[in-house]
């Protein structure tokens, strides 16, 4: 019994030293490039790194100033939640089909919504380039919102699908005995059961519409349809050399309501990134 | 209300039949219980007369008017679910309410008729809560009462009482009857459950493999079985099995002899309930294998050469294992089946 | 529970009037009820359609070409048997390998690590909360963090001199594999978090029976994780590592922000030799033609890989 709690004992202390490595090496950095936001720019680079910082609104300023920082918001804000609204009234009813109909050719539909996610968005970004060069969307938020639902229509098809399956069938058949048609089914009984399931796919696509940086790269490609992503790339501005601490500040403020974002579906968050296929 | 009448119905699933021509008519009023063991085809059938499945073949009829291709939602049926399937998201009101907004019942009605199915099954006071708030037993009157609510022409339910536990599914099983008689709406009742069958029926249709076994009332069914199955079903032990060889009227097996009708002949299968087998006398020789008191009755088990005998004792009755035992048949009381499993009546 | 066994039924329905369709019922024709489930999928895929299979389609024409502003002149299977003998697809094909390998491996080694610690603990909760912060930052955010670490503020160079285990300044950009290493800290640093949340969601659902019965045999805890625990949780790695590959194979953010590829193309993945050719020196018809072998390699993959990923991670 003795050795057994000792061999415990042990095991915990290592356990807490791994665990407590790891964190420290995800808050470390956080904490230092938050510090960077809050110091002026001659501290930021320079040939011996500082680590006692000097307190300054500098980067603040610049960005109130010299950036339009508030539109770069209002961008990634229409775009993303464009995309969202777009993915879910494709994928609501696409899942609830391949869910619940069975149908010739559903497994290889499904199984093609689920390969878009595979593709590379560089493979596509030349031709989709041109599309947009062709339909005059090119620098537009419009054309942003379109690629990011693009983008993200096969995770919200596949999260929401997986929680549909979960749904008891004899709902369906209820509410059919009871008079009402399949559209009211869906809507009335299904959407309103899978709810969570929505919600978990609405944020997980929003966080990747946020993220995305290669086709806003190249479809934003002047300040007017700059998102945050892309803005925070053109702080290499010009003969200044990088903005660190403008860089950091802008980080943070897009960092804070993604947090909210998952901890508000934390429980879903491993279902979610699989794309349903691991129930957590 | 409605008479139902299926006209050689088939249902198959690519290779596999789900069903195989059956026909069966269901009066007005009636209580017709389904029972079967698992992937026997009953909810099959009842699905199919929801208007769930589609046959593959055969003609349903409700009220006299073929209903094949006509929606679920326009039959006019009730169903009551094993699962409960209450809608999770709505209040048990708007669960109740739910057939009436689909069914475009003036919006009016709705109050009173949803109060007068909650009071009918007991559940007024629990209106505003959610379906998961609820014990399984409410649940399934609330389920009930959605089903009342719009006093459909036909009722289904399938399975309703096996998510339930002994005790509540024995009262539940009065309440759905007492309502069956009071509302006279027709109803088909699913189960697997024989004692189900028996309290509630005033016909059991046995099915096996997707086929109908034996039609007829409780009494019928358990007096006076059609078949090898329908026998071994029915009863709690079931019938007990024997088989051997018949020649110039009795009946031999190892350990097992018995009169019999002089027109049964060869191998066949005898049978006899356990409360009709007597301790004593020496239709069976064998030894005691087990004894099971349950407090009202005594279960003997009597080993006749490889074969187990169930025998329904008197309450007191006790014995060591393997002590030599004679049985009594009740000779009125025995049943004879052929290879084929089918039922060799007596010449009378 | 006195409220699930009532005694009495009180009447009243029976009275009420049976309510009737009013409208006459709908037979629905055995066509359209086929057609339904197409109908409710037909958006999405024709959405997708128009996404991935034009600009497949566009890709493959134009690869055909060479592509000089807006004049574009015939070419045939030239970009192609041009690309097939460029070392630097060759070599960027090969980076992506080599980074993506090394980098998927530690991610998973970590992850797993992690949440055989993390999942019994009673901080658990906490631990995920910190692990997943650096997934919540931009990608270009994470990038600019290593970059500012590695190079423009020589942070690490100056930790590690500190203890002692260099001397002076290190050019990171100068070595083709500490280019490639500071590519493989980030994408660690950012992404181990993804596979961390989807392991302890898989040894938390895992039966603890299996475990408890295993602990009451004498196994040891190290055992159980190694012999119960992972074999069990097989599918869920094996999706979580596939979804995690497939996105390490586009990585171009960090390069982007990062290396661009230095020192001498070292770096340079798939995602940024695309971008490069097409965005930086303009040679569409090579990019496109890049592209088309990309996809070729990706259908492959899907069709092999993830497809059997997927159905086995479904129970």
Not at chain 1, 186 to 205: D, K, M
Not at chain 3, 45 to 51: D, E, G, H, S, T
Request: glycine content about 8%; charged content about 15%.
């Amino acid at each position: 019994m003795a050795s057994a709690r000792k061999s415990r004992g042990e095991s915990l202390l290592l356990r807490y030293l791994v665990l407590g490595t790891w964190a420290l090496v995800c808050l470390l950095p956080i904490l230092w490039f938050l510090s960077i936001g809050f110091r002026p720019r001659t501290e930021v680079i320079t040939p011996q790194p500082i680590f006692w910082p000097t307190f300054s609104l500098d980067a603040w300023h610049l960005l109130m100033s010299d950036w339009p920082i508030a539109m770069y918001l209002r961008n990634s804000v229409i775009a993303v939640a464009g995309s969202v609204v777009i993915d879910l009234i494709l994928a609501i009813p696409a899942a609830y089909a391949l869910a619940r109909y069975d149908f010739k050719g559903r497994e290889d539909i499904g199984f093609y919504i689920l390969s878009t996610r595979m593709m590379a968005p560089a493979i596509v970004a030349v031709p989709i380039f041109f599309l947009f060069k062709t339909l005059g969307l090119l620098d537009s938020v419009w054309a942003l919102m379109l690629i990011y639902a693009a983008i993200n229509l096969s995770l919200v098809t596949w999260i929401i699908r997986s929680y549909m399956l979960d749904i008891p069938k004899e709902l369906e058949d209820a509410a059919r005995t009871d008079g009402a048609s399949d559209l009211r089914i869906l809507w009335e009984i299904i959407i309103p059961a899978c709810l969570p399931g929505i919600i978990t796919a609405a944020v997980i696509a929003a966080i990747f519409a946020i993220n995305e940086f290669l086709f806003t790269l190249l479809i934003a490609s002047t300040a007017n349809a700059y998102t945050m992503s892309v803005a925070l790339a053109n702080f290499t501005g010009g003969s200044d050399g990088i903005i660190y601490n403008a860089i950091a500040l802008v980080s943070f403020i897009a960092f804070v309501p993604i947090l909210i974002l998952v901890i508000l579906i934390q429980k879903h968050l491993s279902r979610g990134l699989t794309m349903g296929a691991v129930k957590g | 209300m409605a008479s139902i009448h299926l006209q050689n119905i088939v249902k198959r699933y690519g290779g596999f039949v789900g069903v195989q021509n059956m026909s069966l008519e269901i009066a007005d009023e009636e209580f017709l219980v389904l029972l079967g063991p698992s992937g026997c085809g009953k909810t099959t059938t009842m699905r199919m007369i929801a208007g769930l499945e589609v046959p593959t073949d055969g003609k349903i009829m409700i009220g006299g008017e073929v209903m094949n291709d006509v929606d679920a939602r326009d039959r006019d049926v009730a169903m009551v679910f094993q699962g409960y399937a209450l809608y999770p998201n709505m209040s048990i009101y708007e669960n109740i309410r739910f057939p009436l907004r689909m069914r475009g019942v003036p919006a009016s009605e709705h109050d009173a008729r949803i109060r007068q199915a909650a009071e009918m099954v007991e559940l007024g006071a629990y209106l505003d809560r959610k379906p998961a708030a609820l014990s399984g037993g409410q649940r399934q009157r609330a389920a009930l009462a959605r089903a009342v609510v719009r006093q459909p022409q036909v009722f289904l339910m399938d399975e309703p009482l096996s998510n339930l536990d002994a005790k509540l599914r024995q009262s539940m099983r009065v309440q759905i009857k007492h309502m069956q008689r009071q509302l006279k709406v027709t109803t088909v009742y699913v189960t697997h459950d024989q004692i189900e069958a028996m309290t509630l029926a005033d016909r059991i249709v046995i099915m096996n493999k997707g086929a109908i076994q034996q039609v007829g009332t409780p009494d019928e069914i358990y007096s006076d079985p059609a078949n090898t199955f329908v026998a071994g079903f029915i009863g709690s032990p079931p019938m007990n099995l024997i088989e051997g060889t018949a020649q110039g009227g009795r009946f031999n097996a190892p350990g097992v002899s018995a009169p019999c009708p002089s027109n049964v002949q060869g191998k066949v299968t005898l049978g006899i309930r356990p409360e009709d087998c007597r301790i004593g006398g020496d239709n069976v020789q064998g030894l005691v294998y087990g004894v099971e008191p349950t407090g009202d009755t005594t279960y003997l088990t009597v080993l006749a050469g490889t074969k187990k005998i169930e025998v329904k004792a008197a309450r007191d009755y006790r014995s060591d294992i393997d002590v030599s035992i004679g049985i009594t048949f009740d000779p009125a009381r025995l049943y004879f089946f052929g290879q084929d499993g089918e039922r060799i009546r007596g010449v009378a | 529970m006195p409220t699930d066994a009532p005694s009495v039924l009180a009447k009243g329905v029976a009275q009420a009037a049976p309510i009737r369709p009013t409208q006459p019922r709908r037979r629905r024709s055995p066509a359209l009820r086929k057609a339904f489930p197409y109908l409710l999928v037909a958006p999405a895929v024709a959405y997708l359609l128009v996404i991935t299979l034009y600009p497949g389609l566009f890709a493959i024409y134009q690869s055909l070409f060479v592509v000089k502003f807006l004049t574009w002149t015939w070419a045939g299977a030239d970009n192609y048997t041009t690309i097939l003998q460029d070392r630097e697809f060759w070599a960027a094909l090969g980076n992506t390998a080599i980074i993506g390998g090394i980098s998927l491996c530690l991610q998973t080694a970590i992850a797993l690590t992690l949440a055989y610690f993390a999942y019994r603990d009673p901080l658990i909760r906490g631990w995920r909360i910190v692990y997943l912060m650096p997934m919540l930052f931009m990608p270009s955010a994470v990038a600019f963090i290593w970059k500012l670490a590695f190079n423009d503020g020589r942070v690490i160079s100056d930790l590690l001199g500190r203890l002692g285990l260099i001397e002076g300044n290190v050019d990171w950009l100068g070595s083709i594999w500490l280019s490639r290493m500071t590519l493989i800290v980030a994408d660690v640093w950012q992404w181990t978090p993804f596979l961390f949340i989807i392991f302890v969601a898989a040894l938390q659902g895992q039966d603890q029976e299996i475990e408890e019965a295993a602990r009451l045999d004498g196994a040891s805890w190290p055992k159980i994780f190694w012999n119960i625990s992972l074999p069990m949780m097989r599918p869920v790695i094996v999706v979580a590592v596939t979804l995690r590959g497939i996105d390490i194979t586009t990585m171009f953010t960090n390069v982007f922000v990062m290396t661009q590829g230095t020192p001498g193309g070292a770096t340079e993945t798939m995602s940024y030799f695309i971008y490069r050719q097409g965005f930086r020196m303009f040679n569409f018809g090579y990019a496109s033609a890049a592209s088309v072998l990309m996809l070729i390699l990706t259908i492959i993959i899907a069709q092999t890989v993830v497809k059997r990923a997927f159905h086995s991670g479904k129970s």
